[in-house]
Nanobody, 128 residues
Framework: VQLQASGGGLVQAGGSLRLSCAAS????????MGWFRQAPGKERESVAA???????????YYADSVKGRFTISRDNAKNTVYLQMNSLKPEDTAVYYC???????????????????WGRGTLVTVSS
């Protein structure tokens, strides 16, 4: 699976951005997809993930810091996962990465270690 993230940029606090992640691979629909971020001098942390539970249902998970502000979604026909970010804060400034996890992997959906495939990041800068 190859991943390409895009959509980062500079935005003022309170603004919005939508990140996109295009994935290759014919089994994209079954992969767990996640967004993670890494701020300068900090460890990579989870932001959101979307899991395939079988039977066509997907479930979304969010870090507490972004709940109510960010929304993860996917379009399997386009092999793309999105992260809609609203009410952005300066502390959201980071490089954002999308990642994919095989459905055979078992573990907490937001765990960084669960993800096998990573794209290059896209920088999001939120000014105060």
């Amino acid at each position: 699976v190859q991943l390409q993230a895009s959509g980062g940029g500079l935005v003022q606090a309170g603004g919005s951005l939508r990140l996109s992640c295009a994935a290759s691979g014919r089994t994209f629909s079954t992969y767990r997809m996640g967004w993670f971020r890494q701020a300068p001098g900090k460890e990579r942390e989870s932001v959101a993930a979307i899991n395939w539970s079988g039977g066509g249902a997907y479930y979304s998970y969010y870090a507490d810091s972004v709940k109510g502000r960010f929304t993860i979604s996917r379009d399997n026909a386009k092999n793309t996962v999105y992260l809609q970010m609203n009410s952005l804060k300066p502390e959201d400034t980071a490089v954002y990465y999308c990642a994919a996890s095989s459905p055979t992997r078992v573990g907490p959906t937001l765990a960084v270690s669960l993800y096998d495939y990573w794209g290059r990041g896209t920088l999001v800068t939120v000014s105060s």
